[in-house]
């Protein structure tokens, strides 16, 4: 007997980005699963709420539901979102994200045969003349390389394009709240949800563009806080006893510098390694600021099973 289709909740994280939010959501109007078989939960993380006339239309077209919370970050917003969430299956993106139109299908495609995984997409660069949104994809593809090339399952998927069971979400706690910033909280959530014998699977035919329209300074303040990210990772992982995984080798950097040299194209061979070097530089500015500052006083936090 053929399974019937999962009813899913598609929970997005928001801050002051209205028009990004609007299109994100005008995209999953668009998408082919039926209508009656999946919800929108937006959670407005302390900023403002889009008009009521912008998001008029959007309620004739699917089921959506506006949560608003004081500003406590993207992972204490996904974790408000799946409290109030009805599907068997939760699936994270951003409000800079747009699915193609067969994502849902593709994710129920894969839990069909593996209904107890957590799922990770594709992201794709939908800003292709931004050399810093080009040179930010380019690393995450490089960390996919990386993390997720076992055959028995993969390390690391981003929160942008991530779906899992809902009681397995809510059994390991959701997403740790000590990151009050997009950076780490993917990586630690993926942690823990391997330390719960549960496995992670890649499913790139589920894709969604990414539009993270990146300036220089954007850029570095990104780069920055991932490695503000990565302090904190280390620390609260090491305090709940488990492995943190150890930085990279040498060998790694190395490889991740080069990397623009057999996938880019052409003038982009340059500008993307020299951008990935400033990533790296910027990674471990932030690495040591919060260290230095932060990272101490939040040891004092209890740890998030």
Same mark, same amino acid.
């Given at each position: 007997m053929e399974r019937a289709l999962p009813f899913f909740?598609?929970?997005? #994280?928001?801050? /002051?980005?209205q028009e990004r939010l609007v299109a994100c959501l005008h995209s999953m109007a668009m998408l082919d699963y039926p209508r009656n078989l999946f919800e929108i939960v937006v959670v407005v993380d302390g900023g403002t709420v889009p008009p009521v006339e912008q998001l008029a239309s959007l309620h004739k077209m699917i089921e959506l539901t506006i949560l608003t919370q004081?500003?406590?970050? #993207?992972?204490?917003?996904? /974790? /408000?979102?799946?409290?109030?969430a009805k599907g068997e299956y939760l699936v994270f993106t951003d409000d800079d994200c747009a699915p193609m139109p067969d994502w849902l299908s593709k994710l129920a495609e894969s839990f069909s045969m593996h209904?107890?995984?957590?799922?990770g997409g594709q992201t794709v660069n939908?800003? #292709?003349? /931004?050399?810093?949104?080009?040179?930010?994809? +380019?690393?995450m593809d490089f960390i996919y390389a990386v993390y997720n090339t076992a055959p028995d399952g993969a390390r690391y998927f981003a929160s942008n394009n991530i779906a899992v069971p809902a009681q397995m979400f809510r059994a390991i706690g959701g997403f740790s709240e000590s990151y009050s910033r997009a950076a780490g909280e993917d990586r630690d959530f993926c942690r823990k949800w391997? +330390?719960?014998g549960y496995c992670l699977l890649s499913v790139p035919e589920a894709v969604i563009r990414h539009a993270h329209d990146l300036t220089l300074a954007g850029f570095i303040r990104q780069q920055f806080n991932y490695g503000r990210g990565s302090c904190l990772y280390h620390l609260l992982a090491a305090g709940e006893g488990g492995k943190t995984g150890n930085f990279w080798p040498l060998s790694h950097y190395v490889k991740l510098i080069t990397y623009p040299v057999m996938w880019a194209r052409g003038g982009q061979k340059v500008s993307i390694t020299l951008s990935l070097m400033l990533s790296q530089l910027s990674v471990a500015a932030g690495r040591a600021w919060e260290?230095?500052?932060?990272?101490?006083?939040?040891?004092?936090?209890?740890?998030?099973?």
């Amino acid at each position: 007997m053929e399974r019937a289709l999962p009813f899913f909740s598609i929970i997005v #994280p928001t801050r /002051n980005r209205q028009e990004r939010l609007v299109a994100c959501l005008h995209s999953m109007a668009m998408l082919d699963y039926p209508r009656n078989l999946f919800e929108i939960v937006v959670v407005v993380d302390g900023g403002t709420v889009p008009p009521v006339e912008q998001l008029a239309s959007l309620h004739k077209m699917i089921e959506l539901t506006i949560l608003t919370q004081s500003h406590a970050g #993207p992972a204490a917003a996904r /974790n /408000n979102g799946a409290r109030h969430a009805k599907g068997e299956y939760l699936v994270f993106t951003d409000d800079d994200c747009a699915p193609m139109p067969d994502w849902l299908s593709k994710l129920a495609e894969s839990f069909s045969m593996h209904s107890d995984c957590g799922l990770g997409g594709q992201t794709v660069n939908a800003l #292709p003349l /931004n050399r810093y949104s080009v040179a930010n994809q +380019f690393l995450m593809d490089f960390i996919y390389a990386v993390y997720n090339t076992a055959p028995d399952g993969a390390r690391y998927f981003a929160s942008n394009n991530i779906a899992v069971p809902a009681q397995m979400f809510r059994a390991i706690g959701g997403f740790s709240e000590s990151y009050s910033r997009a950076a780490g909280e993917d990586r630690d959530f993926c942690r823990k949800w391997r +330390f719960h014998g549960y496995c992670l699977l890649s499913v790139p035919e589920a894709v969604i563009r990414h539009a993270h329209d990146l300036t220089l300074a954007g850029f570095i303040r990104q780069q920055f806080n991932y490695g503000r990210g990565s302090c904190l990772y280390h620390l609260l992982a090491a305090g709940e006893g488990g492995k943190t995984g150890n930085f990279w080798p040498l060998s790694h950097y190395v490889k991740l510098i080069t990397y623009p040299v057999m996938w880019a194209r052409g003038g982009q061979k340059v500008s993307i390694t020299l951008s990935l070097m400033l990533s790296q530089l910027s990674v471990a500015a932030g690495r040591a600021w919060e260290r230095l500052t932060i990272c101490g006083k939040r040891l004092k936090y209890r740890p998030d099973k």
